[in-house]
């Protein structure tokens, strides 16, 4: 007596994007070393769209950004 075959499972899909899809859709971004920003002080001031803020870091090795 022939058996039919029994159907093996298939991987399971996922219902959102994947991640080669998300990669592609997420712009490149450069990174900037802080130590290139702060050039060896504790603080500098960024221009953004004509207002002023302060980026500095503090002694735990964090960066504060204020406006």
């Given at each position: 007596m022939?058996?039919?075959p029994?159907?093996?499972?298939?991987?399971?899909?996922s219902?959102g994007?994947?991640?080669?899809?998300?990669?592609?859709?997420?712009?490149?971004?450069a990174?900037?070393?802080?130590?290139?920003?702060?050039?060896?002080?504790?603080?500098?001031?960024?221009?953004?769209?004509?207002?002023?803020?302060?980026?500095?870091?503090?002694?735990?090795?964090?960066?504060?950004?204020?406006?």
């Open positions: 022939n058996t039919p029994v159907p093996q499972p298939t991987a399971a899909r219902c994007p994947s991640s080669d899809a998300l990669e592609a859709a997420q712009p490149t971004v990174a900037i070393n802080s130590a290139t920003l702060l050039q060896g002080g504790k603080s500098v001031t960024i221009n953004h769209n004509g207002e002023f803020y302060r980026l500095q870091a503090t002694r735990q090795g964090k960066l504060i950004l204020t406006k």
